[in-house]
């Protein structure tokens, strides 16, 4: 396959070209670096342009021979996009219309989406199926979802094939330790832990200790990011014309953020002080994802399903890149 990766320089995205690559596609990467670092992507083809950019696009799809986008380039911040909803229905909901016209008028008719358990908002029950209800509880799992109804619209109508993978929390980085997470600002547990070990940071909070659970602190399914990748290279081979295929990609086990602050004390031999907040607002006490289907479907099989191991990988990828990509 010849692929474009949206926001390829950004965290997934480089672990998603990685895998891509070594499963012998060419790849090219389309990221404006608001966020991304071209040194991500090492020495593949990068397009510095944005998604937005209907002209650049067109030439990148063009001059690349493009036959399959798989589409991570979007605005993250769960928190930010209460306060500024524009800023994610332009990026994330407006820009990916865009994209989707273009692909039609250059005759592209396969993309592989970045959604969200964010889609899911509140979950009635756990572990959450596909089928579950739909309802965001931010402006940026509605920009994510927004999508989701736009791909089955184009489906439809166009005979366009799509998969949506609905990621649960990713973390960890490549077992090589050359790429991993630089998000700047940082808003995910995992490294903001390893940033208190790394004396980075003077703690962690923890926003909540009497929700209903083992140890009071919210539940979340941690993904391995190489395990993630994988899944988008089985996706990019499952695309299929006219049709939207829906996938969960979680390791369907819970752990809390005390589990998480616990292990990553183990892992680093540090000491991280941690201190009770009080809880946030719209955080869904536990969010554990079913990926039968993705098994049953798709045929994957995560290889790095311990906690232990995705915090192991985490920590390799600071210890040697103190400051991120900018180290
Ligand atoms: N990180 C997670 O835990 C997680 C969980 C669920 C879903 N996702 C989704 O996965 C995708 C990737 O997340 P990430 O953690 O790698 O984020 P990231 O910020 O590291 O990567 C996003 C990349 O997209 C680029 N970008 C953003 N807007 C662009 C635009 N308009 N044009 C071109 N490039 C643009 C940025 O420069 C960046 O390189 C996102 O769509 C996100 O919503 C992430």
């Not at 407006?94 to 964010?118: D, I, Y």
Request: include cysteine.
């Amino acid at each position: 396959m010849n692929v474009l990766l949206t926001g390829g320089a950004g965290y997934i995205g480089s672990h998603v070209l990685r895998a891509l690559t070594g499963a012998g596609h060419t790849c090219t990467v389309y990221d404006s670096l608001v966020k991304g670092h071209a040194q991500a992507v090492h020495d593949a083809d990068l397009v510095v342009a944005d998604v937005a950019d209907a002209a650049a696009l067109a030439n990148a799809l063009r001059e690349y021979r493009i036959d399959t986008v798989v589409h991570f380039a979007a605005f993250i911040e769960a928190g930010e996009s209460v306060q500024q909803p524009e800023k994610y229905f332009r990026n994330n909901t407006a820009a990916a219309l865009t994209l989707l016209e273009t692909m039609r008028g250059c005759g592209v008719g396969r993309l592989v989406f970045s959604s969200t358990a964010a889609v899911y908002g509140t979950p009635d029950r756990v572990p959450i199926e596909e089928t579950d209800r739909l309802a965001p509880i931010n402006p940026y799992g509605s920009s994510k979802l927004c999508v989701e109804y736009m791909l089955r619209a184009y489906a439809e109508a166009y005979g366009m094939g799509f998969v949506s993978l609905r990621y649960f929390n990713v973390a960890g980085a490549h077992p090589n330790a050359d790429i991993g997470e630089d998000h700047h600002p940082e808003t995910h547990l995992v490294p903001l832990v390893l940033a208190a070990a790394m004396g980075k940071r003077t703690g962690v909070k923890i926003f909540g200790d009497d929700y209903d659970g083992p140890d009071g602190t919210c539940i979340r399914d941690y993904i391995h990011v190489c395990d993630l990748a994988d899944a988008h290279v089985l996706a990019a081979h499952g695309v299929r014309p006219g049709e939207v295929r829906v996938f969960n990609l979680g390791n369907g086990e819970g752990f809390s953020v005390r589990e998480v602050i616990e292990t990553c004390r183990e892992v680093t031999g540090r000491d991280i002080p941690a201190e009770i907040a009080p809880r946030r607002a719209g955080d869904p006490p536990r969010l554990v994802a079913s990926s039968r289907k993705a098994m049953d479907e798709l045929g994957w099989r995560p290889r790095f399903p311990k906690l232990r191991t995705i915090i192991t990988d985490a920590w390799n990828w600071h210890r040697e890149h103190p400051e991120g990509y900018g180290s």
